[in-house]
Nanobody, 121 residues
Framework: QVQLVESGGGLAQPGGALRLSCAVS????????MGWYRQAPGKQRELVAT???????VYADSVKGRFTISRDNAKNTVYLQMNSLKPEDTNVYYCNAVLKSPGNLYGANYWGQGTQVTVSS
């Protein structure tokens, strides 16, 4: 089955940096958009950044200028470089991909299990 596996989360100090990675595995036909979302306890999941198949990007205002999303199509991997981290960035971060597979021939959303990011001194 298709899986999205995140890595790179952990603890960082305010002003520090982390780099999240999300690798897509399984038999896939194509990947369109990829992105990162985060969800704090008791709140809705919110968009952090997305990147299209044409490398167009969208960022949440709260992370613009600090985070950078990129993708390596040869590795089916999306990255999120997080710089100038703030305590408010503490969240569970989820990888998302819109892709086509034998089970979803016309495209569907797939989600990773989430990776914890904690920003604290």
């Amino acid at each position: 089955q298709v899986q999205l596996v995140e890595s790179g989360g952990g603890l960082a100090q305010p002003g520090g940096a982390l780099r999240l990675s999300c690798a897509v595995s399984g038999y896939i036909f194509s990947i369109n958009a990829m992105g990162w979302y985060r969800q704090a306890p008791g709140k809705q999941r919110e968009l952090v950044a997305t990147i299209s198949s044409g490398d167009s990007t969208v960022y949440a205002d709260s992370v613009k200028g600090r985070f950078t999303i990129s993708r390596d199509n040869a590795k089916n991997t999306v990255y999120l470089q997080m710089n100038s981290l703030k305590p408010e960035d503490t969240n569970v971060y989820y990888c998302n991909a819109v892709l086509k597979s034998p089970g979803n021939l016309y495209g569907a959303n797939y989600w990773g299990q989430g990776t914890q990011v904690t920003v604290s001194s």
